[in-house]
């Protein structure tokens, strides 16, 4: 069974978790959701570098174990590339494992989710002031992977239709 791995992507608080969940009921699917958010919200000190591989692997085991429920797609609820923009950001450089596997690990199609959507705090979230510079890592990541993407854009019910928009376009071409 082939099975089309559609990626939602892109900085903090664009609404990635709240969209890929419709996003898997409107098509009858599953969705994997964010590892990282589960394995922060479970730290005491500040992230490590061992972290970093830690919700790497566990991103990838989590696809792995939810890919055989899926139902024609698989959506996405962000990939382990943002494992590699963290590293980036906060030490310098990205784990070597991320490195190797990117190219090798692909999806079909993402969607990157615009910064138009108002910023919501949460204590996970890091930099309300660097959205317009993720949102550029963003776009080069993807042009780097020479990646599929549409930029999806619009508030609520609107943005909601213009993800199930691209990914219905996407799946017809």
């Not at 990635?16 to 969705?31: G, N, Q």
């Not at 939810?66 to 906060?90: E, G, H, R």
């Not at 190219?103 to 993402?110: A, E, L, R, S, V």
Request: with cysteine; aromatic share 10%; glycine share 4%.
């Amino acid at each position: 069974m082939n099975i089309q791995k559609i990626a939602i992507v892109g900085p903090e608080s664009t609404g990635k978790s709240t969209i890929s969940p419709m996003l898997a009921e409107h098509y009858d699917t599953v969705w994997v959701p964010e590892y990282a958010r589960e394995y922060c919200e479970k730290l005491t000190a500040p992230c490590t570098w061992e972290d970093e591989i830690n919700m790497f692997r566990g991103q990838l085991e989590l696809e792995k174990k939810l890919l055989p429920k899926a139902n024609k797609i698989l959506i996405c609820d962000t990939t382990f590339i943002t494992v590699k923009i963290w590293s980036d950001q906060m030490f310098g450089k990205a784990p070597q494992e991320v490195l190797d596997e990117l190219p090798k690990h692909t999806y079909d199609f993402y969607l990157l989710m615009n910064i138009d959507l108002p910023w919501e705090n949460d204590p996970l979230r890091d930099f309300p002031h660097l959205r317009e510079h993720f949102m550029e890592v963003w776009h080069q990541e993807l042009q780097a992977l020479g990646a599929k993407y549409e930029v999806i854009s619009g508030t609520n019910a609107q943005r909601f239709r213009n993800a199930v928009k691209a990914i219905d376009h996407f799946l017809k071409s």
